[in-house]
């Protein structure tokens, strides 16, 4: 493989990588996530959406309980609530960035181009975003907040896979991990 080809490989890593949906989150620094062990969910108060409800829930307590936390209405220690909605995916710039390379002979290059187009037609794709809330019992306070999103265009099992991913994502990053 020549060097044209291994910078073209790469930078097409890069732009996957770059462009890739990373969950954002916040705690309570102070808080000892430790002692966390037996959990609750509270479902939103008004439910526009029962279907991405119930796969939102699902997801979470197959996640916290894959994590070794106990799901349970005797005397949990935090509860688990959850936000969602949708929207419109925002529509393309129409600008696109290409890269290129070739070779001739002996000799070869790299080439860099952009163009303009003009979107025609609809976009029906959407976006849904999932946030996570973790709320300590004794206490009622917030102490972590977890959130990302996802790109949809139909529903049924595509999208119950997309939520399942992101709910885990999300909840992957619970409790924080202590930094040295």
């Not at 936390?69 to 969602?84: G, L, N, R």
């Not at 976009?123 to 306070?141: E, F, G, H």
């Not at 917030?142 to 885990?168: H, M, P, Y």
């Amino acid at each position: 493989m020549n060097l044209n080809n291994r910078i073209v490989i790469l930078l097409i890593s890069l732009l996957a990588v770059a462009c890739a949906s990373k969950p954002k989150l916040d705690y309570d620094t102070h808080y000892d996530f430790s002692q966390l062990q037996q959990f609750t969910t509270q479902p939103p108060q008004n439910i526009t959406d029962p279907l991405s409800a119930r796969r939102i829930e699902s997801a979470i307590d197959t996640s916290l309980t894959a994590q070794g936390f106990i799901k349970t209405t005797d005397s949990p220690q935090f509860s688990v609530t959850y936000s969602f909605k949708v929207e419109d995916k925002p529509k393309s710039s129409g600008l696109s960035i290409g890269l290129g390379s070739g070779s001739w002979g002996s000799s070869g290059g790299i080439s860099v181009g952009t163009s303009v187009g003009v979107p025609l037609g609809s976009d029906s794709n959407k976006i849904q975003l999932i946030q996570i809330d973790i709320i300590d019992l004794a206490s009622n306070r917030l102490i972590w907040r977890g959130s990302d999103k996802f790109d949809f265009s139909d529903g049924g099992v595509e999208k119950a896979s997309e939520t399942q991913q992101t709910v885990s994502k999300i909840l992957a990053l619970f409790p924080p991990k202590p930094t040295p």
